[in-house]
């Protein structure tokens, strides 16, 4: 494929009132294994949250692209991360989830090596009878180029060609400011989570954890639970009710946050039903009138190019995929809460988390059942093009809408409904660019 094949899979242009997406990039094996090549293997991807390694010694597992990937606290509590497979033969060394232990050794030959990639021993080294040019070579894990954090969420690339973390993130960082804030001393992961995989693209999740579009059509069922348990309870504090559906009707928006990240808010319904509530005080105090207005009362779900969503609405939640192939996707989801975190208002968040995004809860199954559905869809080459994504560019707003202006958000687009799907096409755009930045590069290379 060459870089100017690109164009013949996206129509981008607005002034012409289109943006067409086409089903070749949810059903091409071939470009699959660009996207891996070019977006994941080659630029920032969530990794894991400091939480999840907070003592020396400890890791935790997951990919970059294709990709086994260790993410490590090493005795000096630096975070580190190394492709987990044993420089030897190639065996992964760690294969549980995660973990605490001071070296791995490697289960088929015996190779050991310390929390910072270190090789501490090659077994039966001495009557190895190695010559020279083995004794005067590395044997160290391979390290990940590219490890930062920010605000605990830790990101790698496998390319020192990427820019610094935090011009990645982009406007995504007040965002991950508020999430972070919902507690004085930060937040944590908490135990337990939820794997699943679906049959279908990975981009069905990069756009639906930001569609506001599907919500009365897919998840009505969630919303009439909440409504009957709010008639019933009336009058009491239940933990699990609370959602009026007048509040469908309330103030609602998005943004195109550049770089292929974007977001989505709208009203919290009762937002005295949520954990966050009786800490009002304790986080305008300390976050500010402007953001503490966010955080109490507007749910919000954000999209960090190209593998996270960080959720703030039914509760609080990471959500970070993982693609197999061109019609198989990884999902894990996590329930994040305030560290030190008020016992009645740790038990309101996890039971309203797994009301919506437990992998049982009522939401989840109902858009995974979509996802494939759509996968199967897309198997009709007679039908082209994916249409519907110029929803809202009549009332698109360049750069920053009043509502971005009173925390000083600089978005590349708003839009002020949460149905609106004009907050796509920075993804789609960020996917052409680094696709064609990778083919051009290759092509030049020879």
């Known amino acids: 494929m060459r870089p100017e094949d690109l164009d013949k899979l996206l129509v981008d242009k607005p002034e012409e009132g289109r943006f067409e997406v086409s089903r070749h990039l949810f059903n091409d094996a071939e470009l699959f294994e660009l996207e891996m090549k ?24 997951t990919h970059i692209g294709r990709q086994p990937v260790m993410v490590t606290r ?12 044993c420089p030897h033969r190639g065996a992964t060394l760690c294969r549980t989830a995660k973990g605490n232990q001071k070296f791995v050794t490697c289960p088929y030959h015996g190779w050991v090596f310390d929390m910072a990639g270190k090789n501490v021993e090659v077994k039966d080294l001495g009557s190895g009878a190695y010559p020279d040019p083995f004794l005067q070579q590395s044997h160290d894990l391979a390290a990940v180029a590219k490890v930062a954090s920010y605000k605990g969420f830790v990101f790698g690339s496998l390319s020192d060609a990427v820019p610094d973390l935090k011009e990645h993130l982009g406007q995504t960082m007040p965002f991950i400011d508020m999430l972070d804030g919902i507690g004085p001393d930060g937040i944590e992961v908490l135990r337990g989570h939820s794997t699943y995989v679906y049959a279908g693209n990975w981009k069905m999740q990069t756009e639906n954890g930001i569609d506001g579009y599907h919500f009365t059509s897919v998840h009505m069922n969630y919303v009439g639970v909440l409504q009957r348990r709010l008639e019933e309870q ?22 195109d946050l550049g770089g292929g990240h974007a977001m989505i808010w709208s009203t919290f319904p009762m937002p005295e039903n949520r954990p966050l509530w009786q800490s009002r005080d304790e986080v305008t105090e300390r976050m500010g009138p402007e953001r503490a207005e966010w955080m109490l009362t507007r749910q919000r779900n954000v999209l960090v190019y190209p593998n996270i969503n960080l ?13 197999i192939s061109h019609d198989l996707t990884e ?9 030190g975190e008020a016992p009645e208002a740790r038990q309101r968040r996890i039971r309203q988390y797994e009301d919506f995004f437990n992998a049982t809860g009522m939401a989840t199954p109902d858009d995974l059942s979509e996802f494939e559905a759509c996968q199967v869809g897309f198997t009709g080459y007679q039908v082209e093009w994916q249409q519907g994504y110029d929803r809202g560019l009549e009332r698109i707003v360049h750069g920053p809408d009043e509502m971005a202006q009173t925390i000083g958000l600089q978005p590349i687009a708003s839009g002020p409904d ?19 930045k990778g083919l051009t590069k290759d092509e030049q290379s020879g």
């Not at 907050?423 to 996917?431: A, E």
């Open 331 to 339: 999902v894990k989801i996590y329930c994040i809460a305030p560290v």
């Open 74 to 85: 090493d005795e000096q509590g630096e975070v580190n991360a190394f492709i987990n497979a």
């Open 234 to 255: 009336h009058g009491k504090d239940a933990v699990k009710s609370g959602f009026d559906k007048n509040a469908l009707n309330g103030a609602t928006g998005c943004y």
């Open 418 to 436: 949460i149905m609106d799907e004009i907050l796509y096409h920075g993804q789609y755009r960020q996917w052409h660019k680094l696709v064609g």
């Open 38 to 61: 070019y977006i994941f293997e080659a630029s920032w991807v969530f990794l894991c949250h400091e939480s999840q390694i907070a003592n020396s010694n400890d890791y935790f597992l």
């Open 311 to 323: 959720m703030e609405q039914a509760s609080s939640q990471i959500r970070v995929w993982r693609p």
